[in-house]
């Protein structure tokens, strides 16, 4: 029996012995990686301190984008009031006008025809007179004594007259 003990002693000594030299295989390993490891997290760190640089310029960059699209949105403001105000003129230049051309309507319809020129007149058209040249026009002072000016004669169109004639009625 004590033989027995000891073969059962040694079995577990050779045991022992083989997982202790798969252990100092192991750790041998372990002593070779660890310089890996050491670069892998010194690489590791480097790489973590350029993100952080990275992010901190992009945060700088998009606050710098930020102000600019600010100061534009400011500036497009201004633009959009200064529209809003043309048009608001224009809408009340153009309702004043509408409003004179349906009051000139009436005058224009009772207005008589002028004459048209005869075709077998061949007058040359530097002897000939202006009504004559230009039927649609003719001289400020047969429209109104007090609407020619100082200068002399001047010629008219027909939506001049019409315009002068509304106003006159609005007055």
């Known amino acids: 029996m004590e033989w027995l003990l000891e073969i059962a002693l040694v079995a577990l000594l050779a045991a022992t012995l083989f997982h202790a030299m798969r252990l100092e295989r192991a750790l041998g390993v372990l002593k070779r990686d660890r310089a890996a490891l050491e670069e892998l997290v010194v690489s590791f760190n480097g790489s973590t301190r350029a993100a952080e640089h990275g992010i901190e310029r992009l945060h700088a960059a998009a606050e710098g984008a930020g102000r600019q699209v600010q100061r534009q949105v400011e500036v497009a403001g201004g633009l959009k009031d200064d529209l809003l105000f ?22 224009a319809q009772d207005a008589p025809a002028e004459p048209a020129p005869r075709p077998a007149d061949r007058t040359p058209p530097d002897r000939m007179p202006a009504d004559r ?9 047969r429209l109104h004594p007090d609407d020619h000016e100082a200068s002399g004669p001047r010629l008219r169109s027909q939506a001049e007259r019409d315009l002068l004639r509304a106003l006159r009625t609005v007055r």
């Open 86 to 107: 043309l048009i608001e003129r224009g809408e009340r230049v153009a309702d004043r006008l509408d409003l004179l051309v349906r009051a000139a309507r009436p005058l």
């Open 133 to 141: 040249l230009h039927p649609d026009r003719q001289p400020i002072d």
